[in-house]
């Protein structure tokens, strides 16, 4: 039997972008395994439609466990990792499946990714496909996958890799955000989880460096990362991301300060007791003179 290749998807309510990235793959992979945390829409049915071993993982605000979930059930020699909104391009998957029957030395590769923003794609701000590359094909066993949000998947020791540079079509292509609002609402939630996780490792910050790393953000995106050659959608990327530093420590600073929702939910409660307590005297007063006065008349 020859090298078996096996795709991972992770989905949440994807059933308007899932049909594109199994059409991406299904030609060329042994296997599809989809793992959905608990889709309220057609996103289950539309994988099960393409052949995919579909599995379902607890509902998480961020991917990276359910993706470590969904690797160790691969059965593939060499596995690929798309997320839902992504499509691998045909010279590029020609390309993939040339190295893996090589069977050469190579561990891992790392894919350039052109990413599309806002209704076009993007060439630079650190987002471009010459900037933008991780490992997202690998042998069984040649890399570790993290929890935490946001975290690449780590080549072990003594893995090679390789770093495929960027060529028109030889990239994994994604469609990300389709408007603001959809941006600042993952953002919101995103920054939520990576301050939570920071503040359990025992992370701190100031004023000052939420200050210096945002605008270090800014400054690298825009200026050495060259968004200004994205146009519009390079300036405001630069922006939101330096906002997102400065809302992940903000909400850093929020934890340690204050503590949760709830905890500010009772500071709240105590405090409106107090102010209320003048409210309740002269509601007593009130009613003592009150009965007073009826005493008076009888």
Request: aromatic residues 12%; charged residues 25%; positive net charge.
């Amino acid at each position: 039997m020859g090298t078996r290749i096996s795709a991972v998807i992770n989905t949440l309510n994807e059933e308007k972008n899932l049909p594109y990235a199994l059409r991406s793959v299904c030609t060329w992979v042994d296997e599809i395994i989809v793992v959905d945390m608990h889709s309220t829409d057609r996103t289950v049915d539309i994988a099960r439609t393409f052949g995919a071993k579909v599995y379902l993982h607890k509902p998480e605000n961020f991917v990276e466990p359910a993706r470590a979930f969904a690797i160790s059930l691969t059965a593939g020699d060499w596995i690929i990792i798309l997320d839902a909104d992504e499509i691998v391009t045909q010279p590029l998957s020609c390309k993939l499946c040339e190295i893996a029957r090589a069977n050469g030395d190579i561990s891992a590769v790392k894919i350039p990714r052109l990413n599309y923003l806002l209704g076009g794609p993007l060439y630079h701000t650190g987002w471009g496909p010459h900037q933008d590359k991780h490992i997202r094909f690998f042998k069984r066993g040649s890399v570790s996958a993290d929890s935490a949000i946001h975290s690449a998947l780590k080549p072990k020791p003594g893995a090679r890799i390789l770093d495929l540079p960027y060529q028109k079509d030889h990239a994994i292509v994604h469609f990300s955000y389709v408007n603001t609002s959809d941006f600042i609402e993952r953002l919101n939630r995103y920054t939520t989880i990576e301050a939570m996780q920071a503040s359990e490792r025992g992370e701190y910050t100031s004023y000052l460096r939420a200050l210096l790393k945002g605008g270090k953000e800014f400054v690298f995106r825009y200026f050495q990362s060259r968004g200004f050659r994205d146009g519009w959608r390079g300036f405001y990327l630069s922006l939101f991301m330096a906002f997102y530093r400065f809302a992940t420590y903000a909400k850093l600073e929020e934890l340690r300060r204050t503590g949760n929702a709830k905890a500010v939910e009772g500071i709240y409660q105590s405090e409106a007791e107090k102010l209320l307590e003048s409210y309740g005297q002269r509601v007593a007063v009130s009613k003592r003179n009150e009965a007073d006065k009826t005493k008076s008349s009888c």
